[in-house]
């Protein structure tokens, strides 16, 4: 049964490139055309990497409203691979504001490049071309940073007093914006706070950046702060600014407040007795010390692997060539592709090699009830099996003794891994962090529960991967990967953090599966990170390589 796993694993030609470095790029856009006469845009930009010919999002930015001229506030983080040409392709979309996914959104256009060739540039604009690849008046400018070594973060609670008004009938709704003035004398957008409606003396939400994306690193670098008026046709007015560093805010770091008069310069020559605009607070400065994956991992934290196995009777029968689960002697199904590809990864970082493998909607012995949580080894107490080729062969073992049946409910399998990962939770230390990877042929028929035990594992150490089989229709599942908007249970509780990752199998169908490995595990270091910094849990014992380069499959 061996030849089975080696010929998946050869399948695979898997491999580990290494991260070079990781890149900050912050995106803006001018003269976007408005859509009709009556409205402004409302523009999103969609980040997408090309992987073998295919396109899959990244990430996407905040949408600001009403805007020809966004200067976003989302930086997007990716890892540059020297060996490799990287294909960028951002897409402008004009998202309405009753709905933030693409189906209601107008496509206003895209550029493509290479992340070479924006790292080389450090800026690079050109136009965007819509439908047919014809040239707008529109353009799209990125800019590229490298990451520094620092990955501390701070935490900054503002407020505001006696700003002046700018409406006539209620008064100011403002927001405010913090810029990083950069060596060329440039601007770098670093955050834009809510706005607070009807409001003078606003008390803004606390909010965390990266020394990195705030100063740079730099303690002297002068920042500049500029209180708006919010207006809903996106021409906001003027409050007014003022300049300081990431030094003088460290003087709140003690409890005290500092304050800073917000001046408008116009104001100020032509006003004899003008004072200010207002007064801005700085409540709160508290660095965070961020630890990266390799720090927990170096520190000893086990990931802790398990797969659940669809056996659902619309696989097919396992003893028909056009199933599912049909085992060729030479050839792996797409489930064995699938489990091979992202458990060659996570065997890594497991010391003992042992994972346990689950099966559900399938009718098992001796009674053949429907189960879904049995063992594929069939020992209820002893559910691991050595090593991912030792998850092959119980796969193998077991489809003969089993009936395929249904329905498709996760929920049980969830809730399984949920209970192991609660049990590390209490130990308040990075010890264990547990993987779930759920290989599917279609859609789940237990939504609600799945949903519900989703919200409860996003509190626990513990993320889900879910990969889709075959050619269902799988547009449902994509609701469980919270990328597209918030995922809430159906009391309407919203998940603390975004711990699935759905992917259809047949997205990486003429890819390398490496690339489909690549996918899935992307985001799990990051999961990994924020739940522990989240919990303010710290590496159980640093070694003396203190790495801040994040993992990338």
């Known amino acids: 049964m061996s030849n089975i796993y080696e010929s998946a694993a050869n399948t695979l030609g898997l491999f580990n490139s290494p991260c070079l470095t990781k890149v900050e790029l912050r995106v803006a856009c001018k003269g976007i055309s408005d859509r009709d006469a009556l409205s402004k845009p409302d523009p999103c930009v ?10 899959f999002e990244v990430d996407r930015t905040e949408v600001i409203r009403s805007s020809i001229n966004p200067v976003f506030s989302k930086v997007f983080l990716v890892d540059f691979y020297f060996e490799e040409v990287q294909r960028l392709r951002y897409e402008l979309h004009d998202i309405s504001s009753n709905h933030n996914g693409l189906k209601e959104a107008d496509f206003l256009g895209a550029m493509e490049c290479t992340l070479g060739q924006i790292v080389s540039q450090r800026k690079l604009s050109k136009a965007l071309l819509k439908q047919g690849n014809t040239a707008g008046k529109s353009s799209i400018t990125v800019t590229a940073e490298e990451l520094s070594g620092n990955d501390d973060y701070v935490e900054l609670s503002f407020s505001a007093r006696k700003l002046d008004d700018k409406d006539f009938f209620s008064k100011s709704d403002p927001f405010l914006e913090i810029f990083r003035i950069n060596d060329d004398a440039t601007g770098s957008l670093v955050h834009r706070t809510e706005t607070i409606m009807n409001n003078l003396n606003p008390a803004w939400k606390t909010f965390k950046v990266s020394l990195n994306t705030l100063c740079s690193g730099d303690h002297d670098r002068e920042l500049k702060c500029t209180v708006w008026d919010w207006d809903s046709n996106g021409k906001h007015d003027f409050i007014g600014e003022f300049q300081t560093t ?16 917000c001046i408008n310069p116009k104001y100020q020559v032509k006003k004899k007795n003008y004072r200010n605009s207002g007064v801005v607070i700085l409540n709160q400065c508290k660095i965070i010390k961020m630890h990266s994956f390799l720090d927990y991992i170096m520190g000893g934290c086990q990931i802790q692997f398990t797969v659940a196995i669809d ?11 056009c199933s599912l689960h049909y085992i060729h002697p030479y050839q792996p199904n797409e489930y064995l592709k699938a489990l091979v590809a992202v458990g060659e990864i996570c065997q890594d970082y497991d010391s003992d090699k042992m994972f346990p493998a689950f099966g559900f909607g399938a009718q098992i012995p001796p009674d053949f009830k429907v189960s879904h949580d049995f063992a594929v080894n069939f020992d209820e107490d002893n559910p691991e099996c050595a090593g991912i080729q030792g998850v092959v062969e119980a796969y193998q073992n077991c489809l003969p003794k089993i009936q ?9 399998i969830i809730q399984k891994v949920a209970s192991s990962a609660s049990e590390e939770m209490h130990t308040k230390e990075a010890m264990e962090y547990f993987i779930l990877l759920i290989l599917t042929d279609g859609v789940i028929t237990d939504m609600a529960d799945t949903r519900e035990a989703i919200v409860h594992a996003s509190h626990l150490p513990m993320s889900v991967i879910i990969v889709g089989v075959g050619n269902a229709d799988f547009s449902d599942m994509q609701m469980l990967d919270g990328d597209d908007g918030i995922l809430r249970s159906p009391k309407g509780e919203p998940v603390l953090r975004d711990i699935v990752q759905f992917v259809p199998f047949r997205n990486f169908k003429h890819a390398s599966p490496a690339a489909l490995a690549k996918s899935v595990l992307a985001e ?7 739940y522990y910094n989240g919990k303010g849990i710290k590496p159980k014992c640093l070694s003396d390589f203190e790495s801040s380069r994040t993992f990338s499959p």
């Open 524 to 530: 799990v270091p990051n999961q990994v990170v924020d």
């Open 246 to 261: 990431f030094k003088d805010m460290r003087g709140a770091l003690d409890g005290k407040q500092i304050q800073w008069e």
């Open 311 to 321: 056996f659902t009777a619309s696989n097919g029968d396992p003893r028909n060539s």
């Open 46 to 55: 969609i980040l997408k990497m090309q992987s073998h010919g295919q396109w």
């Open 404 to 412: 395929l049946y249904g329905p498709t409910n996760i929920a049980p």
